[in-house]
């Protein structure tokens, strides 16, 4: 600073001034803007102020530019935070559902909207479960409520059914301030966890639920964060090891390397149709014994990315081994509302673990997760959604709910959200045969667009697809010719990623190559959303057909 002045006193001189408050109209001022156009490096613009004819032209002294050169050498320091020294974990995070597939598929929207030819229109981002922006209509219910608490003056409007307000008023009293832009508890809104827990017990045939075990979250992502965050110890060989199915979402792989846990895989039976044995899950578990301590098993039913709906003896299974080897369970049940097969059924973790008896239902600590993202509701931009986290240590609760409350609390128009899911209109309410005819209208329109992908994929010769027995999303196993894994090398992709890239370039298709979810060594897939309306599926899937055999026919 002692630099700065002095630059400006030089500067001041120059300008006639003869010291502080003495510069005639308004010089001093001038010169201290000069003095800091010089350290920022600026040619500086001095407007010419009138002198005495005597003085002489303005010069800037050798000393002002020098001081000015080194302050503007001191501005131009290395940066505190670069690739090298920024935290690791973080770099060391990838989320393939918005990776650099989906960034080019940006880049080329782009260049559409600059009017520059492509060998397609549009972009179809079939890479994410983004329900509503693949064109699925909002379920009237849900909005009509999140309106009403989001504008109560709604609430004397005629246009709004009684059913819905009385339910809005509801959350509202729970609100401080009767407003849903004041902060909630840190676990939520006490009265939709009550909700929460109601629902539970009615899903699951009257097992009991403590509100007291619900914590709302920041979508179900959130709930698994906060979750895996205060598991994940020790170091070395102690190292906490978390038990992923592989293929995976690519939230826990993110999660685990941002938390510097141990990812440990076991593989799902895509042979039979992506079964889970319990046979693998031991192998994989002592293995990992050698090089980890693996106290966490996370199961994702029915299957993201790969469709799966657990039947029950699977489940029993699964909490067995989980009480067996003390782990700690983490059920994600998102797509709890998205069966589609006949002869499958969504079966919680928390009904199996009651029914199963008191040995295991007081003992197995479990944490299971639901969010409004999927279902029938697909309202992903709420963030709304709930963990129930049961046999927990007391003394652990008081630091979850500690750890929860550093980020205040999550959205309390997502708790709205979130309330309706569980608390939605019911026989002999007014909005109930609105309700029930666009929740079914979605889900089965879900349905008919899980066959239809599954059977337009196993016409097409060397793509192999699974029943898509519930979730949003097809898993193809697809062949890719060894000259163009020789070409993908080339170009230091993965072949699966270079195929998927070739499938954006040339028909505008966006979709995740199966190296972002994990994958037997030597396969190859992508993963695709059904979500686009029934026409526009039928275009994607015959777009990926005539791709899919001209890549084979080029490198064959």
């Not at 998102?334 to 097969?341: A, G, H, I, M």
């Not at 969010?371 to 509701?377: A, E, P, Q, R, V």
């Amino acid at each position: 600073m002692h630099r700065f002045v002095l630059v400006a006193k030089q500067t001041a001189a120059s300008l006639g001034c003869k010291g502080p408050g003495v510069c005639r109209s308004g010089r001093e001022d001038m010169a201290l803007r000069c003095a800091a156009s010089l350290a920022a490096g600026r040619q500086p613009r001095c407007p010419r102020l009138p002198r005495p004819a005597r003085e002489g032209t303005v010069r800037w002294s050798s000393a002002a530019k020098a001081s000015a050169v080194k302050i503007n050498e001191k501005a131009s320091r290395e940066k505190i935070l670069t690739l090298e020294s920024m935290n690791p974990q973080v770099k060391a995070v990838e989320y393939a559902v918005r990776g650099p597939i989906v960034l080019k598929a940006g880049e080329i929207e782009k260049e559409l909207r600059k009017g520059i030819k492509k060998p397609f229109t549009e972009v179809i981002k079939a890479n994410i479960g983004d329900a509503h922006a693949m064109g699925q209509r909002p379920i009237t219910f849900l909005r009509q409520v999140v309106a009403l608490c989001t504008y109560p003056n709604l609430l004397d409007s005629p246009s709004f059914p009684e059913d819905a307000k009385k339910r809005a008023r509801r959350i509202l009293q729970g609100c401080g301030g009767n407003s849903l832009g004041s902060y909630s508890a840190s676990q939520g809104i006490n009265c939709i966890r009550e909700d929460v827990a109601s629902y539970i017990e009615r899903r699951d045939g009257g097992v009991p639920a403590d509100p007291d075990n619900i914590y709302l979250t920041t979508g179900a992502s959130d709930g698994i964060a906060t979750i895996l965050k205060i598991l994940v110890s020790g170091g070395g060989k102690s190292r906490t090891g978390v038990m992923i199915p592989i293929p995976q979402y690519p939230l826990y792989s993110a999660a685990i390397s941002e938390l510097d846990a141990i990812q440990v895989n076991y593989y799902l039976d895509e042979e039979n149709c992506w079964a889970l044995d319990v046979n693998e899950l031991r192998r994989s578990l002592n293995e990992a014994k050698a090089y980890c301590n693996p106290k966490v098993l996370c199961i994702i039913n029915p299957g993201n990315p790969t469709g799966q709906v657990q039947n029950r003896k699977c489940i029993e299974d699964v909490i067995h081994f989980a009480w067996e080897e003390k782990l700690f369970l983490l059920a994600d049940e998102v797509y709890q509302d998205n069966v589609y097969s006949e002869g499958c059924q969504f079966h919680s973790f928390k009904k199996i673990l009651y029914e199963m008896g008191p040995e295991y239902y007081n003992n197995v600590e479990l944490a299971s997760f639901h969010s409004t993202s999927k279902g029938y509701m697909g309202e992903c931009g709420y963030r709304g959604g709930y963990m129930e986290v049961i046999n927990l240590h007391p003394e652990i609760k008081g630091q979850l709910v500690k750890l929860l409350s550093v980020r205040l609390c999550p959205p309390v128009s997502g708790q709205a959200a979130m309330d309706i899911v569980v608390n939605p209109p019911i026989p002999g309410e007014e909005s109930y045969s609105q309700f029930i005819k666009e929740k079914e209208s979605v889900l089965n329109n879900l349905a008919k667009k899980a066959k239809l992908t599954e059977d337009m994929f196993n016409k097409v010769p060397g793509i192999h697809c699974n029943p898509l027995q519930g979730a949003m999303y097809a898993f193809p196993r697809i062949f890719i010719p060894s000259k163009a894994i020789e070409e993908a090398k080339s170009h230091k992709m993965a072949p699966d990623m270079f195929y998927c890239m070739k499938l954006l370039e040339e028909t505008g298709i966006c979709v995740v190559p199966g190296s972002g979810f994990g994958q037997r060594e030597g396969s190859y897939h992508f993963r695709m959303t059904i979500l686009p309306p029934v026409e526009k599926l039928k275009i994607v899937l015959e777009k990926v057909k005539d791709f899919h055999m001209k890549f084979l026919e080029k490198y064959a």
